[in-house]
Protein backbone atom coordinates (compact mmCIF):
# COMPACT_ATOMS: atom_id res chain seq x y z
CA UNK A 1 0.00 0.00 0.00
CA UNK A 2 1.50 3.55 -0.75
CA UNK A 3 0.40 6.53 0.93
CA UNK A 4 -0.47 9.60 -1.00
CA UNK A 5 -0.34 13.22 0.23
CA UNK A 6 -0.58 17.04 -1.14
CA UNK A 7 -1.38 20.18 -0.61
CA UNK A 8 -3.40 22.39 -3.10
CA UNK A 9 -0.70 22.92 -4.82
CA UNK A 10 0.28 19.03 -5.69
CA UNK A 11 -3.48 17.91 -5.82
CA UNK A 12 -3.83 17.88 -9.74
CA UNK A 13 -0.32 16.08 -9.74
CA UNK A 14 -1.90 13.45 -7.30
CA UNK A 15 -4.40 12.76 -9.20
CA UNK A 16 -2.38 11.69 -12.16
CA UNK A 17 0.00 9.66 -9.95
CA UNK A 18 -2.94 7.80 -8.31
CA UNK A 19 -4.20 6.87 -12.28
CA UNK A 20 -0.71 5.67 -13.30
CA UNK A 21 -0.51 3.86 -9.97
CA UNK A 22 -4.14 2.05 -10.74
CA UNK A 23 -3.11 1.33 -14.51
CA UNK A 24 0.08 -0.32 -12.41
CA UNK A 25 -1.82 -2.28 -10.43
CA UNK A 26 -0.34 -0.76 -7.65
CA UNK A 27 -2.78 0.07 -4.43
CA UNK A 28 -2.80 3.21 -2.84
CA UNK A 29 -4.22 5.55 0.03
CA UNK A 30 -4.91 8.86 -0.10
CA UNK A 31 -4.69 10.97 2.86
CA UNK A 32 -6.15 14.44 1.36
CA UNK A 33 -5.97 16.85 0.42
CA UNK A 34 -9.12 16.45 -1.86
CA UNK A 35 -9.62 19.52 -3.63
CA UNK A 36 -7.69 22.20 -4.95
CA UNK A 37 -8.97 24.62 -2.13
CA UNK A 38 -6.11 26.58 -0.12
CA UNK A 39 -5.28 24.09 2.58
CA UNK A 40 -1.87 23.55 4.82
CA UNK A 41 0.81 20.70 3.38
CA UNK A 42 1.72 19.38 6.86
CA UNK A 43 -1.69 18.32 7.80
CA UNK A 44 -1.49 15.82 4.92
CA UNK A 45 1.95 15.05 5.45
CA UNK A 46 1.13 13.72 8.77
CA UNK A 47 -1.37 11.82 8.03
CA UNK A 48 0.56 9.79 5.35
CA UNK A 49 3.92 9.85 7.54
CA UNK A 50 2.26 7.83 10.43
CA UNK A 51 0.98 5.68 8.26
CA UNK A 52 4.14 4.63 6.80
CA UNK A 53 5.97 5.19 9.92
CA UNK A 54 2.98 2.32 11.84
CA UNK A 55 3.57 0.19 8.44
CA UNK A 56 -0.18 0.75 7.43
CA UNK A 57 1.75 1.78 4.27
CA UNK A 58 5.55 0.32 2.78
CA UNK A 59 5.85 3.89 1.33
CA UNK A 60 4.51 7.52 0.14
CA UNK A 61 4.35 9.91 -2.27
CA UNK A 62 3.83 13.32 -1.53
CA UNK A 63 3.11 16.62 -3.85
CA UNK A 64 3.38 20.26 -3.02
CA UNK A 65 3.82 23.08 -4.70
CA UNK A 66 7.69 22.81 -4.26
CA UNK A 67 8.09 19.26 -2.80
CA UNK A 68 10.24 21.19 -0.01
CA UNK A 69 7.33 22.30 3.08
CA UNK A 70 5.73 18.72 2.68
CA UNK A 71 8.72 16.80 3.43
CA UNK A 72 10.27 18.99 5.42
CA UNK A 73 6.86 18.15 7.45
CA UNK A 74 7.02 14.71 6.67
CA UNK A 75 10.72 14.00 7.53
CA UNK A 76 9.58 15.62 11.18
CA UNK A 77 7.77 12.42 12.27
CA UNK A 78 10.49 9.35 13.33
CA UNK A 79 11.39 6.82 11.18
CA UNK A 80 10.27 8.74 8.18
CA UNK A 81 13.15 9.30 5.32
CA UNK A 82 11.86 11.68 2.92
CA UNK A 83 13.84 12.54 -0.30
CA UNK A 84 12.97 15.69 -2.45
CA UNK A 85 13.53 14.46 -6.08
CA UNK A 86 13.28 15.95 -9.53
CA UNK A 87 15.38 13.65 -11.87
CA UNK A 88 15.49 9.92 -11.82
CA UNK A 89 19.31 9.55 -10.63
CA UNK A 90 18.16 10.97 -7.37
CA UNK A 91 15.40 8.63 -6.74
CA UNK A 92 17.08 5.76 -7.37
CA UNK A 93 20.12 6.71 -5.49
CA UNK A 94 18.23 7.35 -2.23
CA UNK A 95 16.08 4.65 -2.54
CA UNK A 96 19.82 2.63 -3.34
CA UNK A 97 21.53 4.54 -0.53
CA UNK A 98 19.33 5.95 2.07
CA UNK A 99 16.40 3.04 1.01
CA UNK A 100 14.14 6.30 1.27
CA UNK A 101 10.63 5.59 2.41
CA UNK A 102 8.74 8.54 0.87
CA UNK A 103 9.28 10.45 -1.99
CA UNK A 104 8.71 13.98 -2.49
CA UNK A 105 7.90 16.42 -5.77
CA UNK A 106 6.69 19.85 -6.34
CA UNK A 107 3.88 20.05 -9.06
CA UNK A 108 5.16 23.30 -9.75
CA UNK A 109 8.76 22.31 -10.43
CA UNK A 110 8.24 19.14 -12.99
CA UNK A 111 5.70 18.61 -15.55
CA UNK A 112 3.23 15.06 -14.59
CA UNK A 113 5.59 13.05 -17.47
CA UNK A 114 9.13 13.63 -15.57
CA UNK A 115 7.27 13.20 -12.49
CA UNK A 116 5.64 9.85 -13.52
CA UNK A 117 9.41 8.63 -14.39
CA UNK A 118 10.69 9.41 -11.22
CA UNK A 119 7.89 7.72 -9.40
CA UNK A 120 8.68 4.39 -11.52
CA UNK A 121 12.09 4.78 -10.53
CA UNK A 122 11.64 5.29 -6.67
CA UNK A 123 9.14 2.18 -7.03
CA UNK A 124 10.99 -0.14 -8.85
CA UNK A 125 14.44 0.80 -7.26
CA UNK A 126 15.39 -1.41 -4.32
CA UNK A 127 17.67 -0.67 -1.10
CA UNK A 128 21.46 -1.78 -1.67
CA UNK A 129 21.38 -3.22 2.25
CA UNK A 130 25.01 -2.40 1.96
CA UNK A 131 26.64 -2.15 5.15
CA UNK A 132 28.02 1.20 4.87
CA UNK A 133 24.68 2.67 4.04
CA UNK A 134 22.42 0.44 6.77
CA UNK A 135 25.32 2.29 8.93
CA UNK A 136 24.44 5.66 7.89
CA UNK A 137 20.98 5.04 8.13
CA UNK A 138 21.07 3.81 11.31
CA UNK A 139 22.92 7.12 12.55
CA UNK A 140 20.22 9.24 11.65
CA UNK A 141 18.04 7.20 13.81
CA UNK A 142 20.24 8.35 16.47
CA UNK A 143 19.77 11.41 15.92
C1 LIG B 1 1.47 26.60 -1.40
O1 LIG B 1 1.23 27.84 -1.97
C2 LIG B 1 2.95 26.31 -1.37
O2 LIG B 1 3.58 27.12 -0.44
C3 LIG B 1 3.19 24.85 -1.05
O3 LIG B 1 2.56 24.05 -2.01
C4 LIG B 1 4.63 24.39 -1.04
O4 LIG B 1 5.30 24.79 -2.18
C5 LIG B 1 5.37 24.66 0.19
O5 LIG B 1 6.53 24.26 0.36
Known sequence: MIALASDHGGYGLKQEIKKHLEER???YKD?????EESCDYPDFAHKAAHAVAQGE????????GTGIGISIAANKVPGIRAALCHDCFSAAATKEHNNANML?????????????KIVDTF?????SNDE?????????EEI
Open 123 to 127: LDTPF
Open 25 to 27: GLE
Open 31 to 35: YGCYS
Open 57 to 64: CECGILIC
Open 104 to 116: AMGARVIGPGLAL
Open 132 to 140: RHVRRIGKI
